[in-house]
Structure formats: C-alpha cells, structure tokens
C-alpha cells in the first residue's frame, strides 16, 4: 500500500501545483466596442478535439506548461504540435462486490495515467497519440477492466474536409466511440482501463443531418507485458448511423449495428453471437424540461439459439432556473429484457454491448440486463463549479427465470429460476467539485439493500465510497 499513498500524495502535489487559468481580462477598445483577447482552450473528454493554435496569437496569456501545448512545426499557426496529460487517482472501498457472492470486502487505489501527443497538420490533418497506463494498487480481485500496464489506447489519423455543401470527416485508427448518453457504447470511464476499437469511422454533416458509418474490432485487453493489447476478427461492431435536428435543436436518431463475438456464452446460450441492433433516440430540451428516450432491440443468433432482446431508457428533468442553486428534479426509468424459458432455443438476455460503468451509481453494483430500474433524484449547483447530486434507485428483474446481473452483464449465481422479482434499492450521495480548470474532486457514496432474492444465494447489503481527483493537463 506504500506505492498507493505516493500516488496518491503525488496526485495532490500535482494539484496544488497546477497554475490557474484565470478568464483573459478585455483588451483596449476599437470602434466596434470591446475586444477580448481569445479564450484558451480547456481540457476535453476526448483530447484530441483540442485546439491549441490560438496559443499562436501572442495576445493569449501564457501559462506554464504552454511551450509544449503548441510546438509550431510549418507555415501558418495550424500547423503545430501538441502534448498533454492526464492523471486520474480513485480510491474505492466496497464491502461487498458483487454482493459478496465469491469477492470480499475491499478498499484500494484505482490510478489511471494517459499521456499524448498530437500532430495537427493544417485545417484538414491530425495524427494522435495516447497511451495509457491502468493500475490498481492493493486490490484484491482485478481484471482487465482494472488493469493494463503501459499500452496504446489511441492511435488514428484523421481528415476532414468539404464536400457537397457539407463537411466529411474521417479516422483510421485505434480510437473510442461514444453514442449520446453511452448506455450500450462508451467511453467505459467508470472502470479504470477505457474501451478502444481499431477502427475505420467516417460521417457528413449537412445542414440538420449527420450520418455516421464505421467498422471496428474491439481492442480486447491483455496485461502479459507492456503492448499487448490487441485486437481481431472474433470480435465485431459495425453500424451505420442517422440523426437529425428536430423541432430545433432537439436531436432524433437511428442506427442499426452488427455485434459479434465468437465464443460467447449466456445461461441458455452458447456459441458463436451474432447480433443485429436497431436503437431509436429523442433527445432534447425546452424551456426548464430536459429528456433522453433511447430503445434498442436485438435480435440474431447465440450458438443454435434465437435471440430476441430488447431495452429502453429514459432520463428527464425539470431545472427550476429562478430558484437558488438552479435544482434538477430528475427521473430516470430503465428496462432490458431476460431469458423467459431456459431450453427453448430462444435466448431473451439483453447484451449492454459496451455500457458506461456508473450509467446507475459508481458502485455498479448491477447490469443493464434482465432489469426494472426507476430512480428519482435531486441535482443542486451550490455554486457555477460545485454541483451535489442525491438519489434513490428501486430495482426489479423483468422474469425470475433468469438472473439478476452484476457490471456488466455476469450473471449472479444462485439467482436464475429463483425467488422474486424484486432485486433491491440504494441510496446515492455525490459532489463534484471542478476546484480550477483542468482539476476537479469527485466523492460518492452508495448503500445497496438487497432483495431476499440475493440474500438466500449468499449475499449481502453493500456499501461503497470513492474519492477521486482528476488532473489535466
């Protein structure tokens, strides 16, 4: 645990020594009015959607660090180099993963480390990359969503250019997909160790339209030795996408994607999987009413098995803007299919594909699978950086005769065919705190009560917390 507490005290040495990036004071005034020197760049989700160049302007106020933010290589300021980082420190306590069916009560460090380099060679051009390094300190059962030493996450080349009064742009590569509120395709940035595909992805955007189109290998995650991880034909997703603005910006979307997956194995099904997925999304806002409908379904082959699955998810909201601390009245509905009769050559287990792991709390303590989840929850923004959320989440199985499910889609032993619907509920408590720009703090805290269901297999109520810092650079 020693090399846990030096990360951890590095983490917040970083922190405190992390210049601010105060709001660039207005310039001298012309005859149009106020000039404003340009806004400096913040760090993104994704880091190669950074754009450094205004750093070629002398006007911008330099921080340190910033030599190496925008190296310029050629003619013109949008040609240049850019380096960055990214340190995230996670420390969980969990005294029943999985319920504590087969894993027992555990607190350790979780450190993720990611590094890069991007070459952006003109409007048109950019080459990235990032690499990562995943690291669990004194945890007592992990795998390859814990751990991956030093390997490559991003590796692409990318162009856009202009073409039929629209704008087309292209990646080859090792990249990440994230779809909207990443339900079934993410980012997996609750785990330690992200979700890459090796990919070939493309999309136009014309007006209010946008189609997507990629095909793609899952980068499947090894840790033997330092790059290994790789990637190959037994393991599909393909999709061709749609959207649209509708009734202004609001936002409708359909794609249909091909997931496959040799050697696959469910509680009634084994084989090779072959699955189709068509998902349906409306997404939008107006006035203090926000919303996210999404419903996928499934259907192809596991093995000699049909498959016939399907999900729905809602998230809504009602943001009272007059009222101090801006609070968000929010409701989330959640519903996938299971298995219904075990035998009958048709398999009903809805498959997450690549879910976010804390699309329901950071405990993850259940899956997107064979699931009834209704949670209501209060969101308040003491101030502009400081925002606390509070919920509570009610569970049930859509059928008894299969599983309850842990993240991501395991099924819980001694759960199939038995007891009754009802799974549990928690309570949830987090603040995130974006303390200046490029750090912020995050705190969680979660209790599961679980249903006798869970409790005659063997486990038990859980309690989880987490303390995080997110450093960027």
Known sequence: MKRAGASIVAALLFAAAAPAQDVPEEKATTNDGLVSTPDRPVVLPNRWQEDWSVLADPAVPRNPGDALKYVPVGPGGDHYLTFGALLRERVESN??????????????????????????????????????????????????????????????????????????RVRAGRQDFALDLQ?????????????????????????????????????????????????????????????????????????????????????????????QVDDVRFAGKHGSLDWDL??????GRVGDARVRAWALGTRAGWTL??????????????????????????????????????????????????????????????????????????????????????QPNLALPGTAGRGSKWTGMYGQVRLDWKWRPGVTFSIEGDHFRAGRTIREAGGSHGNYGSVQVLLGW
């Open 321 to 406: 803007t007059e009222t101090a601390w801006t609070p968000r009245l929010g409701l989330q509905l959640d519903t996938a299919s299971g298995d219904r009769h075990a035998g009958d050559g048709r398999l009903g287990t809805f498959n997450p594909l690549f879910p976010n792991g804390y699309y329901f709390s950071l405990a993850g303590y259940t899956g997107y699978v064979n699931l009834v989840h209704v949670k209501p929850s209060l969101t308040v923004k003491p101030t502009s950086t400081l925002t606390l959320l509070g919920a509570v989440g009610l569970q049930w199985r859509r059928t008894t005769s299969d599983a309850i499910y842990v």
């Open 95 to 168: 005294d029943a993963p999985a319920f504590g069916i087969g894993r027992d009560d555990d607190t350790y460090l979780l450190q993720r480390l990611q590094v890069h380099a991007g070459l952006h060679w003109g409007a048109p051009w950019l080459a990235f990359v990032q690499l990562e390094d995943a690291r669990p300190f004194a945890k007592s059962s992990w795998g390859p969503t814990d751990r991956n030493h030093a390997d490559v996450r991003l590796a692409f080349v990318a162009w856009r250019g202009e073409w039929l009064d629209g704008t087309v």
């Open 294 to 299: 999404e419903g996928m379904r499934q259907h």
């Open 183 to 275: 339900r079934f395709v993410s980012l997996r940035d609750g785990p330690n160790v992200r979700q890459s595909f090796d990919a070939l992805w493309a999309n136009f955007e014309r007006g209010p339209w946008r189609v997507i189109a990629f095909v793609s290998h899952p980068v499947q995650y090894r840790d033997d030795r330092g790059f290994d991880d790789t990637s190959g034909s037994d393991h599909r997703f393909h999709m061709i996408r749609v959207e649209r603005h509708v009734l202004g910006t609001n936002e409708l979307s359909y794609y249909h994607a091909w997931y496959d997956a040799d050697g696959a194995s469910f509680l009634d099904a084994r084989g090779n999987e072959r699955r």
